[in-house]
């Protein structure tokens, strides 16, 4: 996935851009997580509609361009890049929780 552009065509690496030209509407939080799950919207949108309480896991996504519907390969990447244990800790928190909201409380991270 390609780092959304701040400005004329510049890439802003570590920035989550919060502009959009197009209108999604108010979505709540399980909504936005599963938009986000799915593809059908963007990191910036997702920020925009629930907004910064997941910011550590979206900056690490985008670092290592994942996409968030890839559950397995996101954790893999947090377990194996992410020397920090309370970092690591908070990515794995903040994964858990987009999946539960997204998709159910059923649909949590194990291990």
């Known amino acids: 996935m390609a780092k959304e552009a701040a400005g004329?065509?510049?890439a802003s690496p570590g920035i989550i851009v919060r502009h959009t030209s197009r209108r999604i509407g108010e979505?709540?939080?399980?909504?936005?997580c599963g938009c986000l799950i799915e593809g059908r919207i963007s990191f910036s949108?997702?920020?925009d509609q629930v907004g910064e309480g997941?910011?550590?896991l979206l900056e690490f996504m985008m670092e290592h361009d994942l996409h968030p519907g890839r559950?397995?390969?996101v954790l893999?990447?947090?377990e194996c890049y992410e020397e920090s244990g309370r970092l690591r800790a908070l990515l794995r928190r903040q994964l858990?929780?987009?999946?539960r909201n997204g998709r159910g409380a059923g649909q949590g991270i194990h291990g």
Do not use: K, M, P, W
């Open 8 to 10: 004329a065509g510049e």
């Open 27 to 32: 979505l709540d939080a399980c909504e936005a």
């Open 45 to 47: 949108e997702f920020v």
């Open 54 to 56: 997941y910011r550590e």
């Open 71 to 73: 559950r397995e390969e």
């Open 76 to 78: 893999f990447c947090i």
């Open 96 to 99: 858990e929780l987009l999946y």
